[in-house]
Nanobody, 116 residues
Framework: EVQLVESGGGLVQPGGSLRLSCAASGFRFGGFAMSWVRQAPGKGLEWISRISDDGAMTIYADSVKGRFTISRDNDKKTLYLQMTDLQPEDTAVYYC?????????WGQGTQVTVSS
């Protein structure tokens, strides 16, 4: 069974940091490019970052560039998102997403709330 399980979300004050994790199982994690996607309350999905299957290449949305860092550990089959200087507009459900050619997998999401 394919699974992507996110963790690490929670409530944080503005300016704070969180590290999200996404544990993969049931497929060849190292063969998939991985992304983080978020959905703020009442809004659509927003892609925020992507990492290549070998971790060599990363790209970010302008909204998070310089504050968020995506990484992966293929031996541990885990994707990470280090988030710093969090702001209220970062409040959302954060999903990990894996894709390889026509195959795509989604996690169930983890809630991040930034509030004082």
């Amino acid at each position: 069974e394919v699974q992507l399980v996110e963790s690490g979300g929670g409530l944080v004050q503005p300016g704070g940091s969180l590290r999200l994790s996404c544990a993969a199982s049931g497929f060849r994690f190292g063969g998939f490019a991985m992304s983080w996607v978020r959905q703020a309350p009442g809004k659509g999905l927003e892609w925020i970052s992507r990492i290549s299957d070998d971790g060599a290449m990363t790209i970010y949305a302008d909204s998070v560039k310089g504050r968020f860092t995506i990484s992966r550990d293929n031996d541990k089959k885990t994707l990470y998102l280090q988030m710093t200087d969090l702001q209220p507009e970062d409040t959302a459900v954060y999903y990990c997403h894996g894709i390889r050619t026509t195959t795509a997998y989604w996690g169930q999401g983890t809630q991040v709330t930034v509030s004082s």
